[in-house]
């Protein structure tokens, strides 16, 4: 059983960690939060017995084999770097940081202590995404040419705050929504890629010249070109993740979600076919993993290199909607 302490008193622990940590026989053992009262408040509301206000005393607590780090993106580096280096293991949330030195510098701290590091791009943990990364490497559509994410929907006003009004903690839609899209294209693709352009939208939500949509493409590799929209300005819009190949394409509809649930089309020569789905909870299959690797059996679902894979591709997303042109990604690995 892993004992966890959390780096962040936030809504994602709240919302859906907290409880597929509990559901994979993980415990809690204590909380971060940098205001006190809110801390023991939480930990009241969660039934965590401890709560801390120093991240000296959550990360030197012998009784934390391993922390969940969700604080805002700009906190993450320093918090994961003193957990590596107190010998705990780190789940951190995405984006691992805001620059690509950070990124590395964590993950970097991570292998020297010999902890498992894992990022929480939750969507590698879809029944959906492993249908359609399995299909593909089965040969079911051919040579994969083309793909398109819709990841567009409306930002729920609780999660209205940094991600509209502070750059410098990696708000805005690129940093939060084309990272996930380019974790999932990287799982589903076994492709990494390697070049950006994009147009940023100001859609009225975000009022400090962060983008709150944004529409691009990237190039992978293979070749592969993919097409992305993302937008917290959406509401009825609904979510897709499409692969195009050669011999066959994939359909995959209502997928870019944090819930179980979507379905997956596949269409080819021998018709079209809805993909049996066995849906699980995306956050509890991240844990069994990461789990899993802290017992020396795998890797993470979505390592700290996974991690700096999209935050580098994020970057470029930025840079060529700032600039309008196109940008390379590298990832530095
Ligand atoms: P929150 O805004 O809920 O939490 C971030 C920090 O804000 C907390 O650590 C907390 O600080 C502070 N905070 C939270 N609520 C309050 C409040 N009511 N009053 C004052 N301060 C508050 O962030 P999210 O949970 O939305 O995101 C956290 C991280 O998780 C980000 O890196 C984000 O990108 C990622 N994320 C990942 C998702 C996924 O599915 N993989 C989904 C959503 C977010 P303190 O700890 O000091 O109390």
């Known amino acids: 059983m892993t004992r966890w302490g959390l780096i962040g008193a936030s809504t994602i622990a709240h919302e859906w960690v907290i409880d597929a940590i509990r559901a994979v026989g993980g415990e809690i053992v204590s909380v ?8 023991a408040s939480y930990a009241r509301d969660h ?13 030197g607590d012998p009784d934390v084999d391993a922390v969940y780090v969700s604080t805002t993106n700009e906190l993450h580096r320093d918090q994961v770097i003193a957990a590596a280096q107190a010998g705990k293991h780190i789940l951190c949330e995405k984006p691992l940081s805001t620059s690509l030195g950070d990124a590395h510098a964590m993950v970097d701290a991570a292998r020297a202590a010999g902890v498992v590091m894992a990022a929480n791009h939750h969507l590698r943990g879809a029944a959906t995404h492993q249908a359609m990364r399995d299909a593909i490497a ?3 559509i051919g040579k994969p040419l083309a793909a398109r994410v819709c990841h567009a929907g ?38 990494d890629p390697v070049e950006a352009i994009a147009f940023g939208q100001h ?16 190039r992978f590799k293979s070749g592969l070109i993919a097409q992305f929209h993302d937008s917290f300005t959406t509401k009825y819009a609904v979510t897709s993740f499409e692969v195009h190949g050669s011999a066959g394409s994939l359909f995959g509809r209502n997928c870019m979600i944090q819930k179980p649930g979507g379905t997956v089309t596949l269409r080819n020569v021998e018709g079209e076919q809805e993909l049996p789905i066995d849906h699980g909870n995306l956050y ?6 990461f789990d899993a690797a802290i017992a020396g059996r795998g890797k993470p ?8 894979w999209s935050l580098a591709a994020g970057l470029a997303v930025t840079k060529a909607a700032a600039s309008g042109a196109s940008v390379k990604i590298e990832s530095g690995l």
């Not at 039934?47 to 990360?59: R, Y």
């Not at 009225?204 to 983008?211: I, M, R, T, V, Y």
């Not at 509890?284 to 993993?289: D, F, G, H, K, R």
């Open 203 to 218: 859609g009225g939500l975000a009022q400090s010249g962060l983008e709150d949509a944004v529409m691009g493409a990237m």
């Open 301 to 308: 679902l979505c390592s700290g290199e996974d991690g700096i």
């Open 47 to 59: 039934d965590i017995p401890k709560s801390v206000t120093t991240l000296v005393d959550l990360v």
């Open 154 to 191: 409306l930002l729920p006003a609780h999660l209205q705050g940094w991600r509209l009004d502070r750059p410098e903690a990696g708000g805005g839609v690129i940093l939060d929504i084309t990272v996930h899209d380019t974790d999932t294209l990287r799982f589903v693709l076994g492709d």
């Open 138 to 140: 089965a040969g079911q």
């Open 284 to 289: 509890e299959n991240t844990l069994i993993a």
């Open 32 to 39: 971060m939060s940098t205001s006190a009262e809110r801390g």
